[in-house]
Every structure is written in C-alpha cells, then in structure tokens.
C-alpha cells in the first residue's frame, strides 16, 4: 500500500488540495501500478514561521518581501 507524505505551507484552498490528492493519487496508482484504492496521500500543512529556508522562516522572508 504505497503511503505518500506531502509538506505544504498552510494557506492553499481546498479545491488546490483535492486536486493535489487525485493527481498524486492517479500518477501513484500508475507508475507503481497499484491499485487507486490501495494509495494513501496524506497533506500536512505547516505554518510559515515553522518552515526556515536559508536560515530564516517563511512568515520573515515574506515580510521582508514586501
């Protein structure tokens, strides 16, 4: 049963992650040719101040963005 773990910044609609679940769902099933039933996908959102890249988090990059 392949199980698949995808880390997103919080903040996307919906919509954005039901799409996310059936492409990665179909191409999953696909590739490992596995049945649709038997494929796992599992969303975790993580706040921008808990996600660093160069040393800084999200929230303060996208502050000094701006």
Do not use: Y
């Amino acid at each position: 049963m392949p199980f698949v773990k995808i880390n997103i910044l919080k903040g996307r609609p919906p919509e954005k992650k039901e799409r996310l679940i059936r492409e990665v769902t179909d191409l999953v099933s696909e590739i490992l040719e596995a049945p649709v039933q038997n494929v796992r996908v599992m969303i975790q959102e993580v706040e921008p101040e808990h996600w660093g890249i160069a040393g800084e988090s999200v929230k303060k990059r996208n502050e000094v963005a701006k």
